[in-house]
C-alpha cells in the first residue's frame, strides 16, 4: 500500500488542522493505522492509532483529548483531526499502516508516507 499524508501548515497556538492520508492499493481497510511525528533533533513520536474497523483508537497522554483519528475506508483515507495546537505539536506528521494488531512503536509498522508538516505558532 501506498500512502499519501496532506493537510499540514501553519497555524496559531489553540487552533485546528485536520490532516489526511489517502492510501492506494488493496486491503486498506484491513491494515492498522497510525500517526507519527518527529521533531527536529527528535526521535519519531506516537501520535495515535485506529484499529482497521475504526472501533478503536488509541493516544499517547500527550495528545488525548486535543487529537482524533478516524478512518474513511470506503475512501481509504485515515483523517487526524488536531484541535488546542500548542508550539511543541510542531513536527513533521507521517501515517504509516501496520498489518496485524495496533502497535505504538514505529518500527513495527510496514508502510509509511512522506510526511506533512506542522507549524504551531506561539
Known amino acids: 500500500v501506498q500512502l499519501q499524508a496532506s493537510g499540514g501548515g501553519l497555524v496559531q497556538a489553540g487552533g485546528s488542522l485536520r490532516l489526511s492520508c489517502a492510501a492506494s492499493?488493496?486491503?486498506?481497510?484491513?491494515?492498522?493505522m497510525g500517526w507519527f511525528r518527529q521533531a527536529p533533533g527528535k526521535e519519531r513520536e506516537f501520535v495515535g492509532s485506529?484499529?482497521?474497523?475504526?472501533?478503536?483508537?488509541y493516544y499517547p497522554d500527550s495528545v488525548k483529548g486535543r487529537f482524533t483519528i478516524s478512518r474513511d475506508n470506503a475512501k481509504n483515507t485515515v483523517y487526524l483531526q488536531m484541535n488546542s495546537l500548542k508550539p511543541e505539536d510542531t513536527a513533521v506528521y507521517y501515517c504509516?499502516?501496520?498489518?496485524?494488531?495496533?502497535?505504538?512503536?514505529?518500527?513495527?509498522?510496514?508502510?509509511w508516507g512522506q510526511g506533512t508538516l506542522v507549524t504551531v505558532s506561539s
Open positions: 504509516a499502516a501496520k498489518i496485524g494488531t495496533r502497535s505504538d512503536y514505529a518500527p513495527e509498522y510496514d508502510y
Open positions: 485506529i484499529s482497521w474497523s475504526g472501533g478503536s483508537t
Open positions: 492499493g488493496r486491503f486498506f481497510y484491513t491494515y492498522h
